[in-house]
């Protein structure tokens, strides 16, 4: 389970919707509580899909676009990582958007997801933000629903 504040669903709804039609994402800070993933802050960030971060798929995904596919530049990474530990935070999820598609994984996300986070999904329709769910993966490397709970 993931556990997160309106506000926080706000600004992941806000952000892949002033993105539309590109894809948008994000990184999720918080800590674990038991079984319980605990969101403190959620930190959008730019896509940083280029043709060099599909480069290990097919020619067809190769040329697709933002449209259809979110990076997240690494150095975001390693920076948000840094800030997180000093905060005694620790990043445990990534958000993206789905324009005009439903908030289920693609394939393309499954092969870059990592075990542990969290992946949640928001589709966007027509510019506005609609259906939002988390996945994570198993220990098949297949995504799983997560149950969302809003905190207050």
């Known amino acids: 389970m993931i556990r997160l504040s309106p506000e926080h ?7 892949a919707e002033s993105t539309y039609p590109e894809e948008c994402c994000g990184i999720i800070l ?12 959620v930190m959008p960030t730019e896509n940083a899909w280029n ?8 020619e067809k995904r190769t040329a697709e676009s933002k449209r259809r596919q979110y990076a997240i530049a690494p150095e975001v990474m390693l920076k948000t990582q840094k800030e997180a530990r ?8 990534i958000f993206h958007s789905h324009p005009d598609h ?51």
């Open 9 to 15: 669903l706000q600004t992941i709804r806000a952000h």
């Open 30 to 41: 918080g800590y674990m509580a038991a079984e319980d993933k605990i969101v403190v802050e």
């Open 51 to 58: 043709t060099e971060a599909g480069a290990e798929f097919s």
């Open 86 to 93: 000093n905060r005694l935070l620790n990043i445990i999820g």
């Open 102 to 152: 439903p908030a289920i994984p693609s394939e393309c996300d499954r092969l870059y997801a990592w075990q542990g986070y969290s992946y949640i999904i928001v589709t966007v329709q027509n510019g506005k933000a609609g259906e939002l769910q988390s996945w994570s993966l198993d220990d098949r490397h297949q995504f799983q629903a997560e149950t969302i709970e809003n905190i207050k």
